[in-house]
Structure formats: C-alpha cells, structure tokens
C-alpha cells in the first residue's frame, strides 16, 4: 500500500478538478472527502466541522494533512480509524466506534468530516453503516443514497461484506 501511495494520490489531485470535487455533504451531519489537506481546514471549519474521522495509516496523513494537535487547536476532534488501503474495511469494532463518533457530534449539532485517501472506499463504508442505522437503510439504499451525493465512490468486494455483517448486526438487535 506504501508504494502506490503518492502515485494514486497524484491521480486523485488531478482528476478532482475536471470531474471530481474533494468532498460532498452526504446529511446535516457527515461530509464524505478525500484527504483533508492543511490548506482547506479553514473551508472545513467554515463548513461547522467540529469532528474528523481519518480512515487512512498515519503514513498516509503525515506532512499533508493536519494532526491530532493540529486539528485539536482548530477546535476540532480528530478519531483515526487506522484501515489499509486498495480495498480493504475498516474493522468491526472501528464501524461502531466511528459511528458512535458521528451520533455524538450530531447530537451537538456539529458536522464531521469522514475520509481516506480518495473519499472512495474505506470512508465511504463507515458512512453507509452511519446511515444504516440511522436512516434505517440496507447496504445497497445507504450505497445508493451516497452515490447520489457523491458519484465517484466505489466500494470493494470486502467493503461490501462489511456493509453486510454491520446491517446484520443492526437487525439481530432489533430482533433480540
């Protein structure tokens, strides 16, 4: 994954000017981007983020975006969520833990900012599970609902599993 690192990031800057915008709001409460560089924080700000959820290695983030000190003196709550990249979902336990995350800004009002590296795949997985369970959608509804926001996201085959064991988790508890 550190490898293809800087030359899909590159890919991405690139394409997000012609066809691509670096973030989207999905809800009142959920912004789905890619990687937060440090010179769009104050558009960020702007944009009542009082949350961020990194899906990205702390390789990924160092140098580019801000850190946890950094994001912290803008007022802003920084959870990294820790997931490789090309593919891969983020754990079961990081789903809860991120969208509890989400359920507690929006409780306050606040929006948080949820990315990766592309706001494509890892991200968009721990947004589907928030609106799964608070919108009370399946996993093609919550994928359909953010594509309507966000064209460009594209979910892989152990994306999608994720998606499945957390929609079914949801429904065993209603059923218990």
Known sequence: ARVLFFPSLLWIVATE???RRWFDRIDSTVILGALPFKSQTQKLIDENVKGVITLN???ETK?????KQEWFAWGVTQLRLATVDFGNAPSFAQLLEGVKFIEDMRSKGDSVY?????GR???????????MKNKNLNPEEAHLFIKSKRPQIRLASQQWIALQQFHDHL???KNS
């Open 114 to 118: 949820v990315h990766c590296k592309a």
């Open 57 to 59: 290695e702390e390789f």
């Open 121 to 131: 795949g890892r991200s968009t997985t721990l947004v589907a599970c928030y609106l």
């Open 171 to 173: 429904h065993q508890k």
């Open 63 to 67: 140098h580019l975006c801000n850190s």
């Open 17 to 19: 000017s012609r066809s």
